[in-house]
């Protein structure tokens, strides 16, 4: 079969949120892990900064990172229509 | 989008999806009241007397009950419902039960004492077990849901076409699950030993009982609802302990808010431990004690005849001079307990040279990458790093968890269900630190600086239990506790928490019921794991494509119970190294499954020797490392060559995955470059999965 027009841009979308959202784990995952002596200099309501991401702050991106993921293209398959039936 | 299920009728099904899910929230509304209610009367009942041993009966028995209740509720030969749950868990449930099949005795029980132990460095597991959502969230869950099968080996079969890829994918998935199937399962005899007072080898078989029940009669289906109540329960029992310590000590019931104070005033008694006079004292006496072991370990045999014969002698001199009777009694005891042999005070003396790790000033809590210089610093940071992406990778590979995306009645949940995963997950992960802290800070403002006199119950309670748990030893003769003279397993810190906040025992019981909980979700979904690709992927796609449903079920339900009795009689040798077999299995997975799962779905040019190659490559260079530079697989295998010629830019053995993963990418992007495109038929259904619903697509959705 032959995609339509619609269907590739559906994809290209669901490709450009994914390298978005993947690019936010990376920084919040290794780039901060990297400097985390240097953040750990800034203190955080009691915390040292980097402590806090790691045992925190982090955990709370990646749970909205997939939050917004599942919304952004629950949205998108009925703008594409390509979403599922209704009971669910 | 689901089958209502027919026939089966009882709680865990119903009409509608939406019917089902208001179904499924009244039932587990009204278990966890239910449950707070039997605690709370549990409680009282503390109060009017009922001893502890019977508490810990009552908790084992009527939660291993409980489990065994809801399996034979759900029992079926049914093959979507035994292998997929009907694929009707709604988002939010199969979150609870992710959350349950994931966190497993050692997130429960072992994480808050790791994070006690190494301090910042501890937090590479907090990052690495929660961020590898992100990445189930984004390349797999809605894909494998759309694709819909059965097992994790189905999608490497119809994708790369062929039993090769799918033989592969079965090898590496029994390789990942078995490992950490023995440590629970190790777990849970631990558990039921300390509850109950029964021998390790009948608790181990007592709580297999209690797994067997429930994936042996309902399978996955039964597996995922006791999985929700198992994660209520343990959810429960972490949080009331944290909660209560933090109200003793803060005066705010909410750890996780307010713990960034308490770290602040830890730091500040870190600082004046190290320089205090005292604990100096005591660390310069185990440094001369491991120094002497050292050097007597040189040459064993004379510094054994040197030893024994200069006590001989100081007896003999004791007697010849007439000393008093008590001089000579204490002569006499210092020859009477001399090692017996050669090999005793090797063994004696080893022990004691290995003190010199006490000798170390304490660790400083949130300091990242401790080290000496900057190099050590380096190489702390890299290792971080690296044990942070082989734990987010290889959850995302984990086939136990993946299976669980199956299930959701749509491709809409399964992205909804990933969310709730992670929140679930995140309840426990969040608040592990926050207790890591506050009973650091316990530990060091009240019980350093105590009187041996006067220690609190909590410390000869658990002293008496296990000293390698916790031994405190009044090492310079000084009447006051020293930092260093606390030695302190990690596992305490959970087991512990209830009476360091001086909770009535009940709500220990409550802890170890947890980690119960814990330990025997997990185990139920990775022997079904296991029973599932021997029996699905290789009896009936590689051998017997003509086996009917009834067969393939009764196969499979055969085969779980074999899995079970192998895993139990392995746990029962008690292997060493239990833990570090366990942190491999993330190594190999991410190795493994990660580069051909995601390429598979988001690269049409990957084809099957592509797949297969870089499978083997990643899973090989990944064991290769470990098996040349982890101490225990070196024995196994007979590796003599020095550790520091086979160590790869100073990464631990842990952390191999970090070779395996590009490797395997790398092999399956070349290869296929090299060989022919996949068929027609390969690419729609590359396509099918990639679209929720696709107009005009061929490939027939088997899920839906």
Redesign the interface.
């Known amino acids: 079969?032959q995609?339509?027009q619609q269907?590739h841009e559906?994809?290209s979308k669901?490709l450009r949120v994914?390298a978005i959202?993947?690019f936010i784990?990376f920084v919040?995952?290794?780039v901060m892990?990297?400097y985390?002596?240097e953040l750990?200099q800034i203190n955080?309501?009691?915390?040292?900064l980097?402590?806090?991401m790691?045992?925190?702050g982090?955990?709370?991106i990646?749970?909205v990172?997939?939050?917004y993921?599942?919304r952004y293209?629950?949205n998108l398959?009925r703008v594409y229509?390509?979403?599922?039936?209704e009971?669910? | 989008m689901a089958t209502p299920a027919t026939g089966t009728g009882g709680v865990f099904s119903a009409g509608s999806n939406k019917a089902f899910k208001s179904q499924l929230k009244k039932v587990y509304t009204w278990y966890t009241g239910g449950f707070i209610l039997f605690v709370i009367a549990l409680a009282i009942a503390e109060q009017m007397g009922l001893p502890r041993n019977w508490i810990g009966y009552v908790f084992l028995f009527a939660t291993v009950g409980l489990y065994a209740g809801i399996g034979v509720m759900s029992r079926t030969s049914d093959a979507a419902e035994y292998y997929v749950a009907g694929r009707r868990v709604p988002a939010l449930f199969n979150g609870m039960a992710t959350g349950a099949d994931w966190m497993s005795a050692a997130s429960f029980i072992g994480m808050a004492g790791s994070l006690y132990l190494l301090g910042f460095n501890g937090l590479a597991f907090i990052l690495g077990w929660t961020g590898g959502y992100c990445l189930v969230a984004l390349f797999l869950a809605p894909y494998l849901r759309k694709f819909g099968q059965f097992t994790i080996p189905d999608f490497l079969g119809a994708r790369y076409g062929g039993n090769i890829p799918r033989f592969v994918g079965i090898c590496a998935a029994i390789l990942c699950s078995f490992t950490y199937v023995v440590a629970q399962i190790y777990g849970v005899g631990l558990i039921t030993t300390r509850l109950t007072g029964v021998t390790f080898e009948l608790g181990v078989f007592l709580g297999l009982g209690g797994i067997l029940v429930c994936s042996f009669l309902g399978g996955m289906r039964a597996v995922t609802w006791t999985q929700v109540a198992q994660y209520i329960i343990l959810i429960v029992a972490y949080m009331i302990p944290v909660v209560w310590l933090s109200v003793k000590i803060t005066g705010v019931p909410v750890p996780q808010a307010v713990y960034g104070k308490v770290l602040e005033k830890v730091t500040a008694r870190e600082a004046d431990l190290i320089k205090d006079p005292k604990e100096i004292q005591v660390r310069d006496i185990f440094k001369t004690r491991a120094a002497d072991a050292s050097a007597k370990l040189k040459d064993v045999d004379k510094s054994f005849a040197d030893g024994k014969a200069a006590l001989a002698a100081a007896v003999a001199k004791a007697e010849a001079d007439n000393a008093a009777p008590d001089v000579v009694d204490a002569a006499k005891k210092a020859l009477g307990s001399y090692p017996k042999d050669a090999a005793a005070a090797k063994a004696a003396w080893t022990k004691e040279a290995a003190l010199a790790a006490r000798a170390a000033p304490p660790i400083r809590h949130a300091e990242a990458f401790p080290g000496k210089d900057d190099a050590a610093r380096d190489v702390s940071r890299r290792n971080f790093l690296a044990l942070v992406f082989c734990l987010m990778v290889g959850t995302a590979a984990l086939p136990h968890i993946l299976m669980r995306y199956y299930t959701t009645p749509s491709v809409r949940q399964a992205r909804e269900s990933v969310f709730w995963s992670l929140f679930f997950i995140f309840l426990l992960y969040f608040t592990a630190p926050a207790l890591a802290v506050l009973a650091k800070f316990d530990v060091y403002t009240f019980l350093v600086g105590s009187e041996f006199a006067k220690l609190p119950q909590w410390v000869a309670s658990w002293q008496k239990v296990d000293p390698s748990l916790l031994s405190i030893i009044d090492v310079n003769k000084d009447g006051i506790v020293q930092l260093a003279e606390i030695a302190i397993g990690g596992d305490i810190i959970v087991l512990a928490t209830p009476e360091i906040a001086g909770l009535p025992y009940v709500i220990s019981g409550l802890v170890a019921a947890g980690g119960l909980a814990a330990a025997l979700s997990t185990a139920d979904g990775l022997l079904l794991t296991i029973a599932n690709a021997l029996s699905h992927d290789f009896y009936y796609k590689m051998l017997d494509p003509n086996a009917s449903t009834a067969r393939r079920v009764t196969i499979s339900k055969i085969l779980l119970l074999v899995v079970a009795l192998i895993a139990a009689w392995v746990a029962s040798q008690k292997p060493a190294d239990i833990l570090f077999l366990v942190s491999a299995a993330f190594s190999l997975a991410a190795a493994a499954f990660f580069p051909a799962l995601t390429l598979g779905i988001f690269w049409k040019r990957a084809n099957k020797w592509g797949a297969t190659l870089g499978m083997l490559a990643g899973l090989s260079v990944t064991f290769y490392y470990m098996a040349t530079t982890q101490p225990w697989l070196r024995g196994v295998f007979g590796v003599t060559s020095p550790i520091a010629d086979n160590i790869w830019w100073g990464i631990q053995p842990i952390s191999a995955g970090l070779w395996g993963v590009p490797l395997g990418f790398i092999v399956i992007i070349v290869v296929s470059m090299l060989t022919p495109a996949p068929n027609r038929e390969v690419q729609e259904l590359v396509e099918h999965v990639r679209y929720p619903n696709l107009t005009g697509d061929t490939v027939k959705s088997l899920g839906t």
Request: proline residues 2%; charged residues 10%; hydrophobic residues 50%.
């Open positions: 079969m995609l339509t269907q559906y994809w669901n994914t959202l993947l784990w919040v995952t290794f892990g990297f985390a002596r750990n955080f309501f009691g915390w040292p980097a402590f806090y790691s045992a925190q982090s955990l709370i990646y749970v990172i997939i939050w993921y599942a293209m629950n398959d229509d390509v979403h599922e039936g009971d669910d």
